[in-house]
């Protein structure tokens, strides 16, 4: 359960005394997620998500994400600003954390698209791509290629605790995958860098929100896509590619932005890349996270496999 920090029901009424946002009803827990806490939060107005940023977040990036997202918003994406307080300010301190009062979207988080919702989704990411083309900010991507072969080395021998052998063919993959990464002729872009099916919110086949915009950054357009491939067309234990849901991620992107040649030839090293930063994260947190916390550790070899997947031509475009 992503829930790290708790929260006072005092110390929670005195935060939204800030807002014009009705007295506090309820909050709760919510338990999907790894990275940040979330509150569903009740008021006498309306419902709001209350998001305490944790780890992987840091402070000074909050703007960013928050100017992405009203720029996202002002634009028609289906995406949640965060609140206003009276004083104009968004970034407020809960519980010693950075913290956000969100727009509550509704709708239901995937966790087994249908190819249906997949071509949905991916025609929403080429929406946003498009609407990024005038925003003004940029953010390094801090889980980009240049951060995968550090971690790996935090990682250390303590990956073959995962799996006999995971260090060494990490090694070779990380080799393979970063020579000549930063060589490609590949058009960059705002992008969101972890849109998962749990970060999209469908009633029906109808997209009404994208969510966690917080590792959004500046990477090759078509790398959000390779993740979004990655994370959508196999099953949890990424043993099983669904062709037909990669398929149709691709169909839904088309409508915005045509795969060129140049994105098709480079697609399967993205897809390796997004299938590293992804293996390699979840190892560093399966290797700290002690086993009794109350989050779910995700499990980094169900993403080792999408990679040789991809390395073997048994995934892909
Ligand atoms: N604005 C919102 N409107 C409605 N529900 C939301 C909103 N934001 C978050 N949620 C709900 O809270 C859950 C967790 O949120 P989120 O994915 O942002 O957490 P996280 O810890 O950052 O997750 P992740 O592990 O994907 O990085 C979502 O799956 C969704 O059900
Ligand atoms: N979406 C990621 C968590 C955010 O880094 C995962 O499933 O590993």
Redesign the pocket.
Known sequence: M?VYTQVSAEALSAFLARYDAGQLISAKG?????????Y?VDTTTARF?L?LY?KR?AAGDLPFFLALLDHLAAKGLPV?PAIKDRQGVEIQELAGRPACL????????LSHPTPAQALAAAEAMGAMHRAVADFPLNRANSMGHASWRPLFEQCGRDLDRIEPGLHDAMGEALDAVLDGWDAQALDACVIHA?L?P??V?VLGDRVT?L??F??ACTDYRVYDLAVMHSAWSFDASGETYAPAIGAALVEGYERHFPLTGQDRAAFARLAMGACLRFALSRAWDWLNTPADALVTR?DPLAYWRRYIAYRDGKAGL
Do not use: C, M, R
Request: glycine share 8%.
């Open positions: 992503a919510i338990a999907e997620g790894v990275e940040n806490s979330n569903l998500i998001t944790e977040v949640p969100i727009q509550f979207l509704t709708g239901v988080s972890d998962f749990d970060n919110l929100g969510i966690d917080y590792f995700k």
